[in-house]
């Protein structure tokens, strides 16, 4: 099993920047993906950011959020970050950190309680 907690959503002006944080817990050694979704009112949960592990690790983002975000790991803290920068209205969301992992022969994901971004405007 994997634990994954989130923390570091708030409130911030438009143009500001936040840092959240995932720390993950429990068979972390068995992740072979893991990121951020994020979910508006009224939307569905898209990914926001991802890092694929392996001997390089292979990072995605959304279109809407490159050049503006960007994801991170500390393999020794077992922590993801994604630190947003020039934030808008439109990133304002609850945002999941995801991880998807082999638990013996099962491909299983997991999701984090959540955590709240608000931009204002």
């Known amino acids: 099993q994997v634990q994954l907690v989130e923390s570091g959503g708030g409130l911030v002006q438009a143009g500001g920047s936040l840092r959240l944080s995932c720390e993950a817990s429990?068979?972390?050694?068995?992740?072979?993906?893991i990121g951020w979704y994020r979910q508006a009112p009224g939307t569905e949960r898209e990914l926001v950011a991802g890092i694929r592990t392996g001997d390089g690790d292979d990072t995605t983002y959304v279109d809407s959020v490159k050049g503006r975000f960007t994801i991170s790991r500390d393999n020794a803290k077992n922590t993801v970050y994604l630190q947003m920068n020039s934030l808008k209205p439109e990133d304002t969301a609850v945002y999941y950190c995801?991880?998807?992992?082999?638990?013996?022969?099962?491909?299983?994901?997991?999701w984090g309680q959540g955590t709240q971004v608000t931009v204002s405007s």
């Open positions: 995801h991880a998807d992992a082999w638990i013996g022969s099962d491909y299983r994901a997991y």
């Open positions: 429990g068979s972390t050694h068995s992740i072979h993906a």
